[in-house]
């Protein structure tokens, strides 16, 4: 599916050019001479590093910034976009990576805030209201009561209501930054048909993602972006290897660069029977036991929903369990307890950096130590200095790109964000660190070089439990690969055993003991991931 569609309405005609354009900030130039256009009826991926100025481009289209230089014409005449108010204007809408909801407002008045329909008396019409938002609802296949509010919804439904809040507006240019990055494969394949939908009816769409398998099942043509310019403009079929080369400026040999240390030591981390029930809908996870040895990587996969993120919050301490033990070195730690669980040695990166990883409004310096404060505190002073040097250390380490340790980590791209969270358990002498979805929302080359860093820990002698829902990841990176189901562990693989037809088998069985209702639903699933992970046309 390559090549700009010619039997869309308006005959492919130019909807919107960058032309030139350049943008710096105290101490960074994000934006250098950057030229992008994108037809009526096509797909147009915007591709690149954490860094490399995709999101400040977007901004800059949707309002929130204006260039320093350079043009950028709609309809082929230049127009100043000075706010989100000026974008709507012109046909624009953007989906932005960070979401752009208020938790406390429901689904439809998030959908329509400040657009609600109004009665001839100038009220709310929330018959209207409900009747417009349940349509949008459908059309993104979101099952959620309108009126819910945001703030019970889960990452992925929140991602949806973005894209329905998005296609409200009925924009000719539709910016979407990293909308798979939190969703299923079966909701992928729903946003692929909608933005097939959306191309054949003449919109354009700037398509942001990091996941390259995405690109030629979806686009038309590629603008990579690299250190702030536009460094090649290709085809979608253009092959992963070339685009991770313009990507990054160099080949990469090995996606997966594991380096096994030689046999595992002793164990560091043994669960036994970890159990914690649910709401009515039975138990959350149920008999859960495994050990992570010394030196080794050890794989969490499984269907979202398996319970594996809950597995990790409970191990961490997040939350508490209802049965069973954790044991780090032959201590048991108390349920419910993250400082006891940091004391023993473990860190948790968690699956939403942003909400759960970092102090946003704080410095790169405060976020990298905040895990070792106590370390650095001596007669309840903290010693500041040792923050500074320790943290300048780690950040150089880990290749943060950064302006100053005085930078406020909400302004980092994701994947400097996500080294910052790694770097923060590294400075609190982490032995055994647990990584949930480490690489979403990163680009090729900063999860190389995490891949690099996991190899550096246990070289050290320290391990790593890693969930990702990325099986190529999990199969490349992991010693072994444990599997979850509905909340049952139903297996664990190794060595030459440990391939993905292993894994998807195991992760849609129903777990023993239970009465295989669900086979049905979950082999359908087993389908769509399979596809996903083949790269195939999902959906």
Known sequence: MTGVNDDVPDGGRELLRVAGVTKSFPGVRALDGVDLSLRAGEVHVLLGENGAGKSTLIKMLSGAHRPDEGRILVDGQETAIHSAQDAERLGIATIHQEFNLVPGLTVAENLFLGRQPRTRLGLIDRRALHTRAAQLLRRVRLDVPVTVPVRELGIAQLQMVEIAKALSLDARVLIMDEPTAVLTSEEVGTLFGIVRELRASGTGVIFI????????????????????????????????NELIRLMVGRDIAEQYPRERPGAPGAPLLRVRGLTRGGAGKGPVFRDVGFE???????????????????????????????????????????????????????????????AQGL????????????ARLRRDTRAGLVDRGAQRRAAAEVAGRLKVRMSGLGQSARTLSGGNQQKIVIGKWLLAG????????????????????????????????????????????????SDRVLVMAQGRLVGELSGERATQDAVIELAVR??????????????????????????????
Do not use: W
């Open 292 to 354: 992570v040895r010394a030196g080794e990587v050890v794989g969490l996969a499984g269907l979202v929903g398996a319970g594996r993120t809950e597995v990790a919050r409970a191990l961490f301490g997040v939350d508490r369990y209802d049965a069973g033990t954790v044991e780090v070195d032959g201590a048991v730690l108390p349920p419910g307890d993250v400082q006891a669980a940091m004391r023993a040695g473990l860190g948790l990166v968690p699956e939403d950096r942003k």
């Open 209 to 240: 993602t990091h996941h390259l398998e995405e690109i030629a099942a979806l686009g038309d043509r590629v603008t990579v972006l690299r250190d702030g310019r536009s460094v090649a403009e290709v085809p979608a079929s253009t092959g992963e």
């Open 430 to 477: 982490t032995r055994l660190l647990i990584l949930d979805e480490p690489t979403r929302g990163i680009d090729v080359g900063a999860k190389v070089e995490i891949y690099r860093l996991v190899n550096d820990l246990t070289a050290a002698g320290c391990a790593v439990l890693m969930i990702s829902s990325d099986l190529p990841e999990v199969l490349g990176m």
């Open 359 to 370: 102090v946003l409004d704080a410095s790169l310096q405060d976020n990298l130590t905040l």
């Open 510 to 539: 129903p777990p023993d003991g239970t009465d295989g209702m669900n086979r049905t639903n979950s082999t359908d699933a087993g389908d769509r991931m399979q596809s996903a992970m083949e790269g195939s046309d999902v959906g």
